[in-house]
């Protein structure tokens, strides 16, 4: 992605929800910045950023892009697997304050 | 290979195992024009224009090796090149001095000093960039 032709850029404001303040400090995190063992490179997030694929990139958000990216990576490195993945989505989804949303 | 001084500070390395420099500020250079694939901080725009060196950055990890969880050794040198707006941008609007400077890696970078192709054009089809 990157370097197509965009039409004009609008400049707005807007606030940060805290589910995506959380992703940025995971990143900074998980690029050890803070002291803690690196875990992953910016050049990471931004290849697997890049393969996301265009048409759900640009129905991302800017910090969706992020988690998606950050998730790819932590499975590239075998920090996790997508089995472990998917099974905690599985119980996140089973939260009773997850039922309430729906 | 030489050890080289990078210039971020902080809690991260500032010298790494580099590659020799090969440009000196106010050499001119050309982009590589070619479009592998992978992760490369080379914006596609600028592939295959003629620029100056403005200066030398330091030289730091390859990101195109970080980005498959590798070390990115031996680092290489990065300047920042500039060029002219329109020489960039075939119906660029602005003043014909303006200028856009971007930092390269020179391994994306070919010397023209005294070379007999430093008056040829630009590929007249760049890479573009994958939709």
């Given at each position: 992605?990157?370097?197509?032709?965009?039409?004009?850029?609008?400049?707005?404001?807007?606030?940060?929800?805290?589910?995506?303040?959380?992703?940025?400090?995971?990143?900074?995190?998980?690029?050890?910045?803070?002291?803690?063992?690196?875990?992953?490179?910016?050049?990471?997030?931004?290849?697997?950023?890049?393969?996301?694929?265009?048409?759900?990139?640009?129905?991302?958000?800017?910090?969706?892009?992020?988690?998606?990216?950050?998730?790819?990576?932590?499975?590239?490195?075998?920090?996790?697997?997508?089995?472990?993945?998917?099974?905690?989505?599985?119980?996140?989804?089973?939260?009773?304050?997850?039922k309430c949303k729906k | 290979m030489q050890e080289v001084a990078g210039s971020a500070g902080g809690q991260y390395p500032t010298s790494y195992r580099a590659v020799a420099r090969r440009f000196a500020p106010g050499e001119r250079v050309r982009v590589r024009a070619t479009a592998p694939l992978g992760h490369i901080r080379t914006p596609f725009y600028i592939r295959g224009h003629v620029g100056v060196i403005e200066r030398y950055c330091g030289a730091f990890p390859n990101p195109e090796e970080l980005a498959q969880m590798r070390d990115g050794l031996p680092a290489q040198p990065l300047y920042r090149v500039r060029f002219l707006q329109t020489e960039v941008w075939p119906d660029y609007a602005g003043e014909a001095n303006d200028t856009i400077d971007i930092e390269i890696f020179q391994h994306w970078l070919e010397g023209l000093k005294g070379g007999a192709d430093e008056t040829s054009p630009p590929p007249s089809d760049p890479p573009r960039a994958r939709p």
């Open positions: 992605m990157g370097g197509l032709p965009a039409d004009r850029v609008v400049p707005s404001e807007h606030d940060t929800a805290e589910w995506e303040r959380r992703v940025d400090a995971l990143m900074t995190l998980l690029s050890g910045v803070k002291g803690g063992p690196p875990r992953m490179t910016v050049d990471e997030l931004r290849k697997n950023i890049e393969a996301i694929g265009p048409e759900a990139y640009d129905k991302m958000s800017y910090y969706e892009r992020w988690v998606t990216s950050i998730t790819q990576t932590m499975i590239q490195r075998g920090i996790i697997t997508t089995d472990e993945l998917g099974q905690k989505m599985e119980a996140v989804r089973a939260r009773p304050e997850a | -």
